[in-house]
């Protein structure tokens, strides 16, 4: 066995030492090559060969001579290692070529592409653990001699080549990080070049060079032609960089990528496969750290971009479906009340106004669905693969068990109102309606979420939404929504009970800024202990309560990194007596007689119900302009009156204290804030726009 030494600059002597005696022992011949000082080699170590290259450039013509002096001086020291004949004789005979320092990474890379055959790695320790192994007989074969035994489709293996090139020492530094990513360049075959890029890039992104590993990934994407390996690519990167909290630049390229081998998939009439990488394209365009769990979401202002995403995709495009239905919806029978069927998949929070109403309603004969107790319909509406597989032409019998499952509920109903456009929604618009009328409410969160685009709107006759630019943001990202056989659109505001929130506040009230519902990172906490930062440097006297519980940082890392930004900024605002958090309360119209000034500190909003609940209790609403549609058509300065909105923590200091300048001015705007909040929102003025779209009445 062969074991060749590449080395850049004279290494430990006792570490080389001790790693010829060791390989000695299971009889290794050992050769050091590279540049070094000749008086630290003792010849009493039992190399087999010792060859120190010139670096002179003597072996080199004039044009090679002249390139080695332009480049950076470990590609130069490869252009003295790679033309020393005798350092090629080693490397042709080598078992294993091991790089002893960073200089010599790039060349002991070249070196071992030379012989495909041998082992390559860094650091003495690996190189002895290979020995060792091809010693006993138990060493994998480097990937060139492996031969695939699959139906055409190779193993996830990593040469000894690639482990090589995403070596986390040879990436820490920008010099070698910089060479190892001209290597996925160079010219290779695809394979070679899928496996080089894939170690690189994780490599890249464990020693926080980013940015390095999503663009290497493109580069490399844009130089092959198989479909399949471009997704892989692009994913691989893509999604590493979501998983540690932030939004690449690759996140619509790389959904892109997923959907063309998509297509390639479904016209070579493979429905799973078309199926795996539709989901594949969705689960990254749609990823919760890109829209959800930060303060700004590329959707916003790409909507067209990410409607022309499924639009373009021949796969996509027949998942979400265009299906319609076998009848038209149709009147209830004649002398019997109208049988209503509200649909939720565990979370009914904004439903028990809408049942009370229609359970009293001796014209309306309600039922309740919650699929979340129906494990067999749950495991339906939580499975996206298969569903995508059905409406892609397989999995028959998804069809067959969501129509067992469904139809009875259907030929039941005259309307079925699902309540949020999310996984019961897409089910339910999996199977014909009949003559059943289908009413989807979308709140919020779904327009981020990829379940619009698994809904099969031309099986819904209506879709509500909570506001006007909720709407506004759905219909320019939902090719579905405004095609030939999309559902009428309406906004109905949520039903609540107001009037039990006007209650009357307590004496230190005028001073009390607060906010209810701080557990996710849209309501953007951060921003109001700005505000009342600014506030106390004005007046001492103001503080701000918090009624909620905290955010979730299993969720992802980007809400774990804003919690922890959070914490360490709040409670310093807690020690001087400037914050107050209270926690999850079941008495919220209690909690908001102490509140003064109700505040929404929010990016992103549908309606926000605490802001609606605390403006009825009496408090002034301050509500910044949600930074996701502020310029746009609509938003929160459309939502609410104009002068409740401000744009910035100084300019919501300023209207904090233009309205609790003295008790009467603040008790006159508290008086106005009710009055409108129970004029516009509360459930008698509400309910007439459910009995409208439902069609009773």
């Known amino acids: 066995m062969d074991v060749l030494v590449v080395v850049g600059r004279t290494p430990n002597t006792d570490t080389l030492s001790a790693f010829v005696a060791e390989l000695k022992e299971i009889d290794a011949r050992v050769h050091v090559v590279g540049t070094f000082s000749e008086r630290a080699i003792d010849a009493d170590w039992g190399l087999d060969s010792v060859r120190r290259v010139a670096t002179d450039g003597a072996n080199l013509d004039w044009r090679a001579r002249a390139h080695a002096l332009e480049v950076h001086p470990n590609e130069r020291f490869w252009a003295y290692v790679g033309a020393d004949q005798d350092v090629l004789r080693l490397t042709k005979a080598a078992d294993v070529i091991v790089a002893v320092d960073a200089k010599a990474y790039y060349s002991a890379w070249e070196l071992a592409r030379l012989n495909p055959g041998a082992h390559a790695c860094v650091g003495f320790a690996a190189a002895q653990r290979i020995a060792q192994a091809l010693r006993d007989g138990t060493a994998r074969p480097p990937l060139a001699e492996q031969q695939s035994e699959s139906d055409g489709r190779q193993e996830e293996s990593s040469s000894d080549l690639a482990l090589l090139l995403g070596n986390e020492k040879l990436l820490g530094s920008k010099v070698g990080a910089a060479l190892a990513r001209r290597v996925p360049l160079l010219p290779l075959s695809e394979k070679t070049r899928v496996d080089m890029t894939r170690n690189l890039v994780v490599g890249l992104f464990a020693t926080k ?73 969705l689960t990254t365009a749609f990823h919760r ?92 509406a939580g499975n996206r693969r298969r569903l995508m597989e059905y409406r892609l032409g397989g999995d028959p019998m998804y069809g067959f068990t969501a129509e067992q499952h469904l139809r009875p509920h259907l030929d039941w109903a005259d309307t079925v109102f699902i309540d949020w456009c999310a996984a019961a929604a897409a089910l ?69 009970d107001l009037a039990g929130f006007a209650l009357a506040k307590n004496a230190d009230a005028r001073f009390t800024v607060g906010m209810v519902g701080i557990g996710q990172v849209a309501k953007d906490p951060l921003w109001a202990l700005r505000v009342i930062r600014e506030l106390r440097r004005r007046d001492e006297r103001y503080r701000l309560v918090l009624i909620g519980g905290d955010m979730n940082t ?140 439902f069609g009773i009445g």
């Open 209 to 281: 060079r980013n940015q390095a590993a999503l663009a290497t990934a493109s580069a490399t994407a844009s130089r092959l032609r198989d479909t399949r390996a471009r997704s892989e690519v692009l994913r691989a990167a893509t999604r590493r960089a979501l998983v540690q909290g932030s939004t690449p630049d690759t996140l619509l390229a790389s959904a892109e990528a997923d959907l063309a081998h998509a297509d390639h998939l479904y016209e070579t009439q493979d429905p799973a496969g078309a199926a795996e990488f539709v989901n594949h394209a």
């Open 289 to 380: 750290v890109a829209h959800i769990d930060q303060r700004e979401s590329p959707l916003t202002g790409r909507a067209a971009e990410f409607a022309r995403l499924t639009a373009a995709s021949t796969a996509a495009s027949v998942v979400a479906g265009e299906r319609g239905r076998s009848r038209p919806a149709a009147a209830p029978e004649p002398g019997r009340p109208r049988r209503l069927l509200v649909v939720t998949d565990g979370n009914d929070n904004f439903l028990g106004l809408i049942r009370n109403h229609y359970e009293s309603n001796p014209d309306v004969e309600l039922k309740f669905l919650d699929i979340a107790d129906h494990p067999g319909i749950k495991r339906l």
């Open 428 to 496: 339910f618009t999996s199977v014909d309606p009949g003559t059943a009328r289908i009413v989807v409410r979308l709140h919020s969160y779904e327009a981020f979420s990829h379940w619009p685009r698994l809904t099969d709107f031309s099986r819904v006759d209506d879709l509500v939404f909570v506001a006007d630019h909720i709407r506004d943001l759905a219909l320019g990202s939902v090719p579905a929504l405004t095609g030939p056989q999309a559902p009428r659109t309406h906004i109905v505001d949520n039903g609540m």
């Open 554 to 693: 299993k969720a992802s890392q980007a809400v774990a990194a804003y919690e922890r930004s959070f914490r360490r900024k709040v409670t310093a605002l807690e020690a001087a007596g400037a914050v107050e958090r209270r926690g999850v309360t079941s008495d919220v119209p209690g909690n908001l007689r102490d509140i003064g000034v109700i505040l929404s500190s929010s990016v992103r909003e549908g309606c926000h119900v605490g802001v609606m609940e605390g403006a009825a209790s009496g408090a002034v609403p301050v509500v910044r302009d949600w930074p996701f549609f502020a310029g746009q058509k609509h938003g929160a300065s459309t939502l609410y009156p104009a002068d409740w909105v401000v744009s910035t923590p100084e300019a919501a200091a300023d209207r904090i204290l233009a309205v609790t300048a003295d008790e009467e001015t603040w008790s006159q705007h508290c008086r106005a804030s009710e009055k409108h909040a129970l004029a516009s929102w509360d459930w008698p003025v509400v309910r007439g726009e459910f009995d409208r779209v």
